[in-house]
């Protein structure tokens, strides 16, 4: 069973902040918290990950709570193309079968005009 | 040209016969994995491999079989394909350690078993 927990579908305004929350209440101290995202029926794309510090990258901010219960991750400014289904996983990093990825169902982002 | 590529990307084939899925990768990566997705579900796995003589199940590895015939393929077999294997597949590939542990997704097989 996937170990987070996500709302099934977001809104978001084009050119606004989309921030997406992922509760993970049960994440043990050597998993990370990765995104990916889908979009439409393409393979899913990674987006970002960290263990306990917030992260930036080209595509996304991973904010992720002290007791790294729960995180979220922003789209700064959401775009049409950034309409997709968003997965926040638990894993971790390397290692053995630890580091398969196990999808939920994911949050369901609508970037409206 | 696409660092992860299946083939076919679409199939429909009747219940009872044997189809294989095969995937490529151009990345030089270790490992390599076969998901399945149901609609409006996540992926899950069937099967994995770390390397060309390691073969792992996965979740959901029952009426499935796979061969890992180099670094590069990995190829997933329906032996007696059933109406329910009907669903969107995916390989992954991901490095063995280090870096950033992703996996990279090819385009997909959408099969349709009648």
């Known amino acids: 069973d996937a170990k987070t927990t996500q709302p099934t579908s977001m809104d978001c305004a084009e050119g606004r902040a989309a921030n997406l929350p992922c509760n993970h209440s049960?994440?043990?101290?050597?998993?990370?918290v990765y995104w990916y995202r889908q979009i439409h029926s393409q393979g899913p794309q990674y987006i970002i990950h960290?263990?306990?510090n917030n992260e930036t990258n080209e595509m996304a901010s991973l904010i992720i709570t002290e007791d790294r219960k729960s995180s979220t991750l922003i789209l700064p400014h959401a775009t049409l193309r950034d309409t997709a289904v968003y997965y926040c996983?638990?894993?971790?990093?390397?290692?053995?079968?630890?580091?398969?990825?196990?999808f939920g169902k994911g949050t369901k982002l609508s970037v409206k005009p | 040209d696409a660092d992860v590529t299946q083939t076919p990307r679409n199939r429909i084939t009747k219940t009872g016969k044997r189809i294989m899925l095969e995937c490529s990768q151009t990345?030089?990566?270790?490992?390599m994995y076969w998901y399945r997705q149901d609609p409006g579900l996540g992926l899950r796995l069937i099967y994995y491999?770390?390397?060309?003589?390691?073969?792992n199940k996965g979740e959901i590895s029952d009426g499935y079989s796979v061969s890992r015939q180099a670094q590069a393929k990995f190829s997933l077999s329906l032996e007696s394909a059933i109406p329910n294997q009907t669903a969107l597949y995916f390989c992954?590939?991901?490095?063995?350690?280090?870096?950033?542990?992703?996996?990279?997704f090819g385009p997909g097989t959408r099969l349709t078993v009648l």
């Open positions: 992954a590939t991901s490095e063995l350690a280090g870096g950033s542990n992703e996996q990279f």
């Open positions: 049960t994440i043990s101290g050597n998993e990370y």
């Open positions: 960290g263990l306990k």
């Open positions: 996983i638990v894993r971790v990093a390397i290692g053995g079968s630890q580091g398969n990825l196990i």
């Open positions: 990345k030089g990566h270790d490992r």
């Open positions: 491999s770390f390397d060309v003589k390691d073969i």
